[in-house]
């Protein structure tokens, strides 16, 4: 990695973190995602792997939680999830450009589906 793919890196946790600590880390441009804070009101964040390449940066967080709430027109279940969410970036000048993100509903439903 590059001393300039290290700073790219180090400016997507700082902005991570903020996100986190504003309560903000689950939004995403998916319609669902504001469910996410209310269907797993115990949520705990990790960046779990990050990837600088250039000008962009990949960030893979986990997302861990207790379904507790209506998600995605699932009944709360009381099961534990691990979710995954990507947000991309592109910085530019040290600084973030654009960025975007979508959580793995692939993964996520299975997990919170009623059992029987």
């Excluded at 990949?58 to 209506?70: E, N, S, V």
């Amino acid at each position: 990695m590059t001393n300039t793919e290290q700073k790219n890196a180090e400016t997507v946790i700082a902005f991570i973190e903020e996100l986190r600590q504003r309560g903000e880390l689950e939004h995403t441009d998916q319609f669902f995602a504001p469910q996410i804070g209310e269907a797993f009101s115990d949520r705990q964040f990790a960046v779990d792997e990050i990837f600088a390449q250039g000008d962009k940066v990949i960030a893979r967080i986990l997302i861990t939680g207790t379904h507790t709430g209506m998600f995605a027109g699932h009944a709360p279940t009381g099961q534990s999830a691990k979710i995954t969410q990507f947000r991309e970036f592109r910085l530019a000048d040290g600084r973030i450009a654009e960025q975007r993100a979508w959580v793995d509903t692939g993964t996520l439903l299975p997990q919170i589906q009623a059992r029987k």
